[in-house]
């Protein structure tokens, strides 16, 4: 496991190839473990698979996708989550590799799903008021998610008031659309008030804390802002030494 925790941390930094060693290491121990670690050896699969990705090594990264998708049998929430991880890493190679209409469809589809099943939950709601008529049909798809996500929002904000998990993570996911339509601006202050709700939870020194403001660092990178950006990622990179 700590082999496993810190290539967590080579992958926080980029240095994929260090990440690589360790999360091979992990599965060489799991591995000799099978009944008890069985979760363990997939995920490793999956992360090999995905710092193979970062390494630019397509090929190795498929390969261990498909050791993952053999064992993978999806019966838990977390195996789910594995397979659906393994997926896009799939596809992104197969994008890397030239075939960037299957990477495109990919996520036009789940962004399609994602749009049918919250309209589900707010049946009669126009999710199509304010869209920018200049907008590409495909960033339309992402302010049509952005309106239902507030939807979304405001239900949890009726239901359980202004401090709370779910709330965080509204902010959040609310975040990272805006971010998917270009608005970086907009996202940073959904981060921002997803950091406001953490903080009042959990404190300071938590790892939902330490994953917002690697949030936040990204949205900095996205706008252009590489001081923002590296500012932020030191500060998630402290609380996360602190709890590791």
């Not at 989550?81 to 596809?91: D, L, Q, S, T």
């Not at 049918?116 to 709601?125: I, N, V």
């Not at 200049?134 to 904000?157: C, G, H, P, Q, S």
Request: with cysteine; glycine share 4%; net charge negative.
């Amino acid at each position: 496991h700590m082999y496993y925790r810190l290539a967590n941390y080579f992958v926080r930094v980029y240095d994929y190839k260090g990440a690589l060693e360790c999360n091979e290491n992990a599965l060489a121990i799991f591995q000799k473990f099978p009944d008890d670690c069985a979760i363990n050896i997939l995920d490793s699969y999956a992360c090999i698979a995905d710092c193979y990705l970062g390494l630019g090594k397509f090929t190795e990264a498929i390969h261990y996708v498909k050791e993952a998708q053999k064992i993978n049998k999806e019966e838990t929430n977390e195996e789910i989550f594995i397979a659906e991880k393994c997926e896009m890493i799939f596809v992104a190679c197969l994008s890397a590799m030239g075939n960037h209409e299957v990477f495109a469809d990919y996520f036009n589809q789940s962004v399609e799903k994602e749009i049918l099943d919250l309209s589900k939950q707010f049946p009669g709601y126009d999710f199509n008021a304010d869209i920018p008529e200049n907008a590409l049909e495909e960033t339309k798809r992402y302010y049509r998610l952005v309106k239902l996500k507030e939807a979304v929002l405001k239900r949890d904000k009726e239901k359980h008031g202004p401090i709370h998990p779910d709330i965080m993570h509204d902010y959040k996911e609310l975040g990272n659309t805006w971010l998917s339509c270009g608005e970086q601006d907009k996202a940073i202050q959904c981060f921002e008030n997803a950091l406001n709700v953490a903080l009042e939870i959990y404190g300071e020194v938590d790892r939902n804390v330490y994953e917002i403001y690697e949030e936040i660092a990204n949205a900095y990178r996205s706008s252009g802002d590489l001081e923002k950006s590296i500012e932020f990622f030191l500060k998630s990179m402290e609380i996360y030494q602190k709890l590791h």
